[in-house]
């Protein structure tokens, strides 16, 4: 690969962090792991970007990498979280939302926690980054009735967790 080629790449994948980011938040709820997350990914697909074949998305590939990664480390991420001892954990002190739409976002997060990986996963590639399904199914590697099935039982898990009769929020549909 010509040097050229490779720094496209790089530009490419750094184009993408945002994105990165944002995903990886969905999937770990913690800053500080995500950002971690998203360093090993960007390292993996640094190392192996001769992989990438230059006909897809590269978003698609890298979400695809990420998603990898953190299946990788989710053995290894519940081993040290249940080592860690109470005594270090910081508390944050709690701040309550001054805005009904920050606590509504906030439940519906919490919600999106109690999802299994896989469906927290699908939806957040669809709903969040706006993936398409096609798009989205080739990201985690898996069929698109496959991807679909798991967006439909991971919304109707979504409505069963997250209830607000007045307003009720509305997730996109993405075909």
Not at 128 to 154: F, H
Request: charged residues 30%; glycine residues 2%.
């Amino acid at each position: 690969m010509a040097q050229r080629d490779r720094d496209d790449v790089k530009w490419l994948i750094a184009r993408e962090i945002p994105h990165l980011r944002r995903y990886a938040r969905a999937l770990v709820h913690d800053r500080s792991l995500a950002d971690d997350l998203v360093q090993d990914c960007l390292e993996r697909a640094i190392r192996k970007r001769h992989l990438w074949k230059r006909h897809g998305s590269i978003r698609s590939w890298l979400y695809r990498v990420l998603y990898n990664v953190f299946l990788n480390q989710r053995t290894q991420r519940t081993r040290i979280l249940r080592q860690t001892p109470i005594e270090s954990l910081q508390s944050a002190p709690s701040v309550p939302a001054r805005q009904e739409q920050q606590m509504a976002c906030r439940d519906i997060s919490d919600a999106m926690g109690l999802l299994p990986s896989e469906q927290r996963a699908a939806i957040a590639l669809t709903a969040i980054e706006g993936l398409s399904y096609d798009e989205a199914a080739q990201a985690l590697d898996i069929p698109i009735g496959t991807l679909r099935s798991r967006v439909s039982r991971g919304r109707d898990r979504l409505r069963v967790l997250y209830v607000q009769p007045e307003n009720p929020i509305r997730l996109r549909r993405v075909k």
